[in-house]
């Protein structure tokens, strides 16, 4: 199975894309800041917070991951389309 990792905008994650964590270029040790494993994205619901910014709540499974701004850089593994191997 072909697999591709990507930074995209949170507002493009999907379901069946593996979220993997967020891009924060101020972060002290690295530029991502990784889950312990990725998650894989079954919903996401966008929402306008009381700040003004479009936030999205991501589900994986049972859970509601930490509310992401959509404009957000996110680390995404996905799936190749078209790919058989």
Request: proline share 6%.
């Amino acid at each position: 199975m072909s697999m591709s990792v990507d930074v995209i905008y949170a507002l493009a994650l999907k379901p069946g894309d593996w979220y993997a964590g967020t891009v924060d270029k101020d972060a002290p040790t690295r530029q991502v800041q990784p889950f312990a494993r990725a998650h894989r994205v079954e919903s996401v619901e966008s929402w306008m917070g009381e700040d003004g910014w479009k936030w999205l709540t991501i589900t994986s499974g049972p859970f509601a991951l930490t509310p992401v701004k959509a404009a957000s850089q996110v680390l995404v593994i996905r799936h190749l389309e078209g790919s058989q191997s």
